[in-house]
């Protein structure tokens, strides 16, 4: 069942760029955007993901996704080396520790830029849809990535409420995308398989 939730948008905005980390976050994201009249356009820039197989298959995902609602679709750059330099020294840190923010940022940031070259005035993101991340901080990296350009708000809206976690699920299902086990970089894979062992 769809869940009756009405976003209210910064500025009363009709168009926002969503970053997108994956198909299964975004799903009933956009579709709840797209129930209220709202039309995102989906960034996906993930240069965190490893291996690049993996990376490669998610965005496959969120292509599919996109063409089967008409949406535009913004295939970002794939740097991990790049990331793996802007996370340096904190690959010890724990999932939810200072590493994932730092991620957030280099990618918000990346998001936030293109937001402003391109006419968007509110920038969201489908990182604040997991239960498995920490709000306070996308919402500080988003926060952090929109006050560096100008005209861009980061919309602080929390997709893990009003129903939008169990819709999510039947999406899930109902349109078979590829469900990954782990948030995306080595270090929260490593993770996952140590607490699988």
Known sequence: MKPVLRPEVPEGRREVLLHCCCAPCSSAIVECLLDNGIRPTLFFYNPNIYPREEYERRKAECIRHAERLGLDFIDGDYDHALWQNAVQGLEGEPER???????????????????????????????????????????????????????????????????????????????????????????????????QS
Do not use: M, P
């Not at 999406?171 to 993770?191: D, K, M, P, V």
């Open 97 to 195: 520790g200072a590493r994932c923010l730092r991620c957030f940022i280099v990618r918000l940031r990346v998001a936030a830029r293109y937001a402003a070259a391109h006419g968007f005035r509110v920038l969201a993101t489908t990182l604040a849809s997991s239960r498995w991340k920490n709000l306070d901080q996308i919402n500080e990296a988003g926060r952090t990535a929109a006050g560096e350009v100008e005209g861009v708000t980061f919309w602080e809206q929390n997709w893990r409420k009003g129903g939008l976690q169990e819709r999510r699920r039947e999406l899930i299902a109902e349109y078979r995308f590829y469900n990954q086990t782990y948030c995306g970089c080595e270090y929260s894979l490593r993770n996952s398989e140590e607490k």
